[in-house]
């Protein structure tokens, strides 16, 4: 597993450990070893350790990303697990990854075409934005006095221990390509989840002042190209309920 240590891949970790599974995580600053779990050295970006990391694996979960270098991470980990004699590639994506003009989104839909490329049997999953990462932006924005409403921005946030559960899934499942997206349970727009923020945490709404968000980004956006198409799968929790699970946590001693 890539990206195992991070906020989505520490929640797949657990599923497949308690399935009986032997885990093998890679990351460039490897931790400690436990029982049924091995960490070890290398770079997906670079191309370094990746021979040693995935011999004798059978099934390679590809989580981790960034700002930039998740094509040239995923080539490098599709060749590798091809040489390797990988049984099994399962790669998280982002819904809209082919029809979106911003350069992560385009990122991510090279990386599916490494993976579907590869030669190896292969599952990759869209998922909508996690709850976790929507919330710095929801923060921020009802901290301001005046929120910018940018006109069709819209979000369907998805808790992550959804998204975990899907992935561990597949992971010990059979390969299966591209299976439906994965989103949250609600569409809202920036208004609805700064709102839903401030009702949550206790505080009053504020004045939001709408703007529009130019060119090809702005089009799309309005166009709803990065939200879920028909069929999607969806999950349960909401976004009220993960801010007011946060809520509670912060306030236990």
Known sequence: ??????????????????????????????????????????????????????????????????????????????????????????????????????????????AERAIAGSGVAWSVLRAAQLHDFVLPVARGLARMPITPLPGGLRFEPVHGDEVAARLAELALGEPAGRVADLAGPEVLDVRRLVATFRETMGARPRRGLPIRLPGAVGRAYRAGDNLASAGADRGARTWRSFVAERETAAARP
């Open 1 to 110: 597993m890539t990206g195992g240590t991070g906020n989505l891949g520490s929640r797949v970790v657990p599923i497949l450990r308690d399935s009986g599974r032997e885990l093998r995580i890679l990351s460039r600053h490897p931790r400690a070893s436990e029982p049924g779990i091995r960490h070890v050295s290398g770079d997906t970006v670079a191309g370094e350790g990746l021979a040693a990391a995935l011999d004798g694996v059978d099934v390679v979960l590809h989580l981790a990303g960034g700002a930039k270098g998740d094509d040239v991470a995923a080539r490098n980990l599709a060749a590798a697990a091809r040489d390797a004699g990988v049984r099994h590639l399962v790669l998280i994506s982002v819904i809209g990854a082919d029809r979106m003009p911003i350069g992560y989104f385009r990122a991510k839909a090279a």
